[in-house]
């Protein structure tokens, strides 16, 4: 009897272990960190957004985002591939193996958390306005903006939109796939403001300086950016986090950071 146990037991052990490495092999066949390694290529999803992705005058991709994303290609040994996405469908686009991983400032938030994994933040955003001098003439804060007849552009599906709806459920909106068709309204006046994720507000703002302002002081919202990848890939969440944990500390990230958030040194390269 005592020996019929002890087989079972090895039997049982024998099962375990070889259904462990099943699961593990067939994790480490999924994580897309071997597939890029394999192909040579990062895939990475994107949008424009000033400044994190634009194109200068040449037509080439420069930007906050597109810095990481070269730098991360480069840590790995491969290229970076470009797939500019239409902001709306951009996460349906990575579920369907469209591109590897979004790197496109795109905010952390419970919504998109349960369709996608999101590593630690690389960086922070907020929420600021850009409106038009003679529509909006005299508003100084966020309740000034939170009325009917106020009209307010942004871009379809961001958190700028959860963010002026939120903060502004008064107001009517009206929603652009772009953020320069959203902009273009503006300028035309006919509307009274655009949402979006700072500092590209104060931009716009300096560029048309005699039609537009910025209304309020601060941030209205602070949120974490982190990349975006499909659920379940653990070694790729793994390697993402300490890539942008190294980077926090070697000063990478904040020296980018500083280059398109801060400065304007990069304007002559698009205009």
């Known amino acids: 009897m005592k020996k019929l146990l002890l087989v079972c037991i090895a039997l049982m052990?024998?099962?375990g272990t070889a259904f462990a490495g099943q699961t593990g092999a067939a994790l480490s066949q999924e994580s897309i960190i071997e597939k890029i390694q394999k192909q040579g290529v990062l895939r990475v999803g994107m949008s424009t957004f000033v400044p994190w992705a634009m194109k200068d005058k040449q037509g080439r991709l420069i930007g906050f985002e597109i810095d990481v994303a070269k730098k991360l290609a480069a840590d790995m040994g491969v290229t970076v591939e470009f797939v500019p996405t239409a902001w709306s469908g951009i996460i349906p686009a990575l579920l369907t193996g469209k591109f590897d991983v979004i790197i496109g400032g795109m905010g952390i938030t419970p919504e998109r958390n349960l369709k996608v994994n999101f590593t630690i933040p690389y960086e922070y955003s907020g929420m600021s306005m850009v409106a038009h001098r003679k529509k909006a003439a005299g508003f100084s804060r966020i309740e000034d903006f939170n009325k009917k007849e106020v009209a307010i552009a942004v871009r379809m599906g961001t958190t700028a939109e959860q963010a002026a709806r939120k903060y502004m459920p008064n107001a009517s909106f009206k929603l652009f796939e772009n953020e320069s068709q959203a902009?273009?309204?503006?300028?035309?006046?006919?509307v009274h403001a655009v949402v979006s994720s700072a500092p590209m507000p104060a931009f716009h703002a300096l560029k048309f300086s005699?039609?537009?302002f910025v209304p309020l002081k601060d941030n209205f919202t602070r949120e974490p950016i982190g990349f975006a990848l499909r659920k379940g890939d653990y070694d790729a969440l793994n390697y993402f986090n300490n890539w942008i944990l190294i980077n926090h500390e070697s000063?990478?990230?904040?020296?980018?950071?500083?280059?398109w958030f801060k400065t304007r040194d990069w304007e002559s390269l698009v205009q």
């Open 183 to 190: 902009l273009q309204e503006l300028n035309l006046g006919r």
């Open 251 to 259: 000063g990478f990230l904040k020296e980018r950071e500083d280059y």
């Open 13 to 15: 052990l024998a099962a």
């Open 210 to 212: 005699k039609k537009l």
